[in-house]
């Protein structure tokens, strides 16, 4: 008998945007098309509004698949790492930033004349924050931009206005605000109307706005990476929240997944996690 993959359950960050809603919706099933033979669900999170992607990775994703457990013993489920600054995802950004750029942005040297705005959701947790300063270096990292500096939505400094102040201080005259936020939502828009704001009040500086990331190829393909890489287990030391890569917080060893077991992955708007359950 052959035994059937891990299910595959994405658990999105929640929004009240049906835009926002809708995209994950059909991310979930254009992923599940791609992937007839593996079992696909998705589902929100129900999480309060004020809380931020970090604290779903490191305390709501682990406590769900963990009281699951509670409830149904027989099962068996695998947190995985976060999406992060993959090189993928740092492909899909440079596109979004083309993409707003235009003919702006064709020509030889055009880049160097560009300072990018990177903005993330933005958390209380130092290392969330962290990781979006770390995505705006590789970012920056030989493509020839001026700059790269970080901003974020809420809960963080700089906000987006205070970012593209720093941006002005720094000498740019040409400033594009991308979003390293996966879907469209209430903090896209957020990002985008501050944006327009700021820009209104300084018409000397140009001022752009970039796309999210949306459900591209390539973040269909990471999630399924990430998938693969959660189910054979990975080294220690790279689990978003200290444990060992196996299991749920509180297992210290792990075995391949087998008949009976899944595998979920959480996708917020900034970044997106895995478990099993």
């Known amino acids: 008998m052959t035994t059937p993959p891990p299910a595959l359950l994405i658990a999105g960050h929640g929004t009240r945007d049906?835009?926002?809603?809708?995209?994950?919706?059909?991310?979930?099933?254009?992923l599940g098309s791609r992937h007839p033979e593996l079992p696909v669900s998705g589902g929100f999170a129900a999480v309060p509004w004020m809380l931020v992607s970090a604290g779903h990775a490191k305390g709501d994703l682990p406590a769900a698949p963990a009281r699951e457990k509670e409830r149904h013993p027989g099962i068996a489920y695998v947190y995985g790492r976060p999406l992060g600054p993959h090189p993928?995802?740092?492909?899909?950004?440079?596109?979004?930033?083309?993409?707003?750029?235009?003919?702006a942005g064709r020509r030889p040297g055009d880049r160097a004349e560009v300072t990018v705005l990177l903005v993330?959701?933005?958390?209380?947790d130092p290392d969330a924050d962290?990781?979006?300063?770390?995505a705006a270096r590789l970012l920056w990292e030989g493509r020839?931009?001026?700059?790269?500096?970080?901003?974020?939505v809420s809960l963080a400094a700089p906000d987006v206005p205070s970012g593209l102040d720093?941006?002005?201080?720094?000498g740019a005259r040409r400033i594009v605000v991308l979003p390293y936020l996966l879907f469209p939502g209430v903090l896209p828009d957020r990002v985008r109307d501050q944006t327009e704001g700021w820009a209104a009040a300084h018409p000397e500086i140009e001022v752009r706005s970039a796309d999210v990331l949306g459900p591209v190829p390539e973040l269909l393909d990471l999630v399924m990476e990430r998938y693969a890489?959660?189910?054979?287990?990975?080294?220690?030391?790279?689990?978003?929240d200290g444990s060992d890569g196996h299991h749920g917080p509180g297992h210290g060893h792990g075995h391949g997944l087998g008949h009976g077991h899944g595998l979920g992955l959480g996708l917020g708007q900034q970044e997106a996690h895995s478990y099993a359950a």
């Open 144 to 152: 020839g931009f001026a700059g790269v500096e970080t901003a974020f």
């Open 120 to 124: 993330g959701r933005g958390s209380t």
């Open 229 to 240: 890489e959660a189910v054979r287990g990975v080294p220690d030391g790279h689990r978003p």
């Open 130 to 134: 962290a990781e979006v300063h770390r």
């Open 18 to 30: 049906e835009a926002g809603a809708e995209a994950f919706r059909a991310f979930v099933r254009e």
């Open 88 to 103: 993928a995802l740092l492909s899909v950004l440079e596109r979004r930033l083309d993409e707003a750029l235009g003919s």
């Open 166 to 170: 720093r941006c002005v201080k720094l």
